[in-house]
């Protein structure tokens, strides 16, 4: 078990009408003045944006307003919100979405107090000194943005997606209405929910095995999201479920479940590079190369994927040996990603094959050069990568 600082310092107002709590939220965290950022027309559309608006009149909050935040936010949306800020004395941001939204409200936040480009803390040239404060009214749960200190932003210029983590940039509130997820579309929902899924995995494949509450902890988490998805899938307005995916997100994303152990992240670093060059859904690209990599890796601790199998996707043990009850898991848990309408290989997810030019560059990306190696449950180089990419192919 290895020593760890665990800090989750978010407040969470979580359930039915909590967007009516915005303003005094903001007010309590200092906010003087606010900048509203949100995503496209579904924020308008539902009424949320004027409900949250009218949250923050009530408590006599002036705000400005700022959408246009697309799946895989953009670094050109986020020198707008700076400027934006600074032009009007912006003291707090207010996002208002799913983890574009936030990552996007959190990469505004260090950059409004920064001299130099906000894009020279994800080249790691620089860290965050000072940010403005920030809250959320999470509207898609996936990505446990609300309560991660990360923030993930695409550069247009190379089509590079790269992630910076500071806890400077833990919201200091985040809003959770699960009835604001009815009308999310399946895909969406699906997508969301290998997010989270996945942010759980990272943790999960260590080689500390001497976890029990927290692994406990990460294989009732995946159990209970896989059931959830099957009845949300069915029934789009079932609050119970959709409440249970909703407070999932942050659970998979706060750091609880990776308390004492090594984390791993090469399935969204390679992924990042996918949605970096071809713009796609961030769950159904960890989707399309999840089973790739567990392929790949799992004779390095063969007892820990045999547990996940298990533990976590219920295959029985009744197996001869461990290799094989882990790729019973990882075939498990594909089905599950195809039983919700997610794709398992690249082809599927881009809709072509994809080259082996594609594939050397976004290996050459991922690996910086091959000066930079990803993953902590088996180190991966760029001939990994590369390997990796074609088994998903």
């Not at 700076?82 to 979405?97: H, M, N, P, Q």
């Not at 199998?309 to 089905?335: D, H, P, W, Y």
Request: net charge negative; charged share 25%.
């Amino acid at each position: 078990m290895k020593d760890f600082n665990y800090y989750a310092p978010t407040q969470v107002a979580f359930g039915r009408k909590a967007e009516q709590a915005t303003g005094r939220l903001v007010k309590q965290y200092g906010g003087t003045k606010v900048l509203v950022h949100y995503g496209g027309k579904s924020a308008e559309r539902s009424g949320l944006l004027d409900a949250v608006c009218h949250a923050l009149e009530a408590e006599h909050l002036p705000y400005v307003k700022l959408g246009g935040v697309v799946p895989n936010p953009r670094l050109s949306k986020v020198h707008e919100g700076i400027d934006l800020c600074r032009a009007e004395g912006v003291d707090f941001i207010l996002a208002i979405g799913g983890g574009s939204v936030i990552d996007s409200a959190k990469a505004i936040s260090m950059g409004v107090t920064y001299e130099g480009d906000v894009w020279d803390f994800f080249t790691h040239k620089a860290e965050v000194d000072t940010c403005l404060p920030l809250g959320a009214m999470l509207t898609l749960p996936a990505a446990g943005s609300e309560m991660s200190d990360a923030t993930v932003i695409t550069n247009e210029d190379g089509d590079l997606k790269k992630d910076y983590g500071s806890d400077k940039l833990r919201c200091k509130f985040a809003v959770m209405n699960p009835e604001r997820t009815f009308t999310l579309p399946p895909y969406q929902t699906a997508a969301g929910v290998v997010d989270i899924i996945m942010h759980t995995l990272e943790r999960y494949f260590s080689h500390d095995d001497d976890m029990t509450v927290t692994d406990s902890i990460a294989e009732s988490l995946i159990r209970t999201v896989q059931d959830s998805a099957f009845k949300v899938l069915q029934q789009p307005d079932n609050y119970l479920h959709r409440a249970q995916i909703m407070w999932a997100s942050s659970l998979s994303h706060n750091g609880l479940t990776g308390c004492g152990t090594t984390s791993d992240w090469a399935t969204h670093f390679l992924e990042h590079e996918l949605s970096g060059m071809f713009d796609v859904t961030h769950g159904a690209g960890l989707a399309a190369v999840w089973g790739s990599w567990a392929r790949y890796v799992y004779l390095e601790n063969p007892t820990r994927f045999a547990q996940f199998a298990v533990n976590a996707m219920g295959v029985r043990n009744n197996f001869k040996s461990a290799e094989e009850t882990a790729l019973a898991g990882i075939e498990a848990l594909e089905r599950f990603f195809r039983a919700i309408g997610m794709p398992t290989s690249i082809h599927e997810l881009i809709g072509r094959e994809i080259t082996d030019e594609e594939i050397r560059e976004m290996s050459r990306k991922c690996s910086y050069d091959g000066t930079h190696s990803i993953g902590g449950f088996k180190v991966l180089n760029r001939e990994d990568m590369e390997h990796i990419y074609r088994a998903a192919r």
